[in-house]
């Protein structure tokens, strides 16, 4: 089946880290993306993975991929009043050409 | 290098109406594919574009179709449309599927 779950809410000191979590359920999966979103906006690609990696890190993001629990997490080094916003987690099914998508988790930085 | 474009950003139809919705993907992505993204059920896929054929089709009623030109650009419609249709849609594109990238997303009010 597809499914892939998020925690709804996450707060944060400004300047902390922030680690972001999920699990998805389709082992076929080829790539993990995640996505911000802020309001009244589209989708903006942060970073991805391939299902073969078990991280890739990109200037302040850190993905880490495990695989055998099918558990991937998004950290957010020194995280800033701008990284406000909701963090979708999704999974890309290449057989099937489309993304499945978490419900968000809504990242919440205060001073 | 421009990025996706939908039009147009904002639509506010009656119940029983039908709309179009238009996509320009970036220069080069031939794949399209469409999101609706509700309070409710978050995003959920609708269909997949690639070279003016539909290679795969989300679980939404007939009332909502798509096309690809051969330009790329593509349209969907939603005809009949109903209260539960208000959402935001999103386009996105690719060109080997692995990147994903969003456009701004039309959003549809019915009323």
């Known amino acids: 089946g597809e499914d892939v779950e998020q925690s709804l809410f996450l707060s944060v000191r400004e300047g902390d880290s922030s680690v972001i979590n999920c699990t998805y359920t389709d082992s076929s999966s080829t790539y993990l993306y995640w996505y911000k979103q802020e309001p009244g906006a589209g989708l903006q690609l942060l970073t991805y993975i391939f299902s073969n990696m078990d991280m890739k890190q990109d200037q302040r993001l850190t993905v880490l991929l495990n695989k055998k629990d099918k558990h991937l997490s998004l950290r957010i080094a020194d995280t800033q009043t701008g990284d406000s916003a909701i963090y979708f987690c999704a999974e890309f099914t290449g057989g099937y050409n489309k993304l499945i998508f978490g419900a968000g988790t809504r990242l919440a930085v205060h001073p | 290098k421009a990025g996706v474009t939908q039009t147009p950003r ?102």
């Open chain 2, 10 to 111: 904002y639509l506010i139809k009656t119940r029983g109406q039908q709309v179009t919705l238009s996509c320009s993907p970036i220069s080069g992505h031939r794949s399209v594919s469409w999101y609706q993204q509700t309070p409710g059920q978050g995003l959920q896929f609708l269909f997949e574009y690639f070279s003016e054929t539909q290679r795969n089709k989300g679980n939404f009623p007939g009332r909502f179709s798509g096309r690809q030109f051969s330009n790329s650009r593509s349209e969907m419609n939603v005809s009949t449309l109903e209260l539960g249709d208000s959402a935001l849609y999103l386009c996105a594109s690719s060109s080997q599927g692995n990147e994903q990238f969003f456009g701004p997303g039309t959003r549809l009010t019915v009323l």
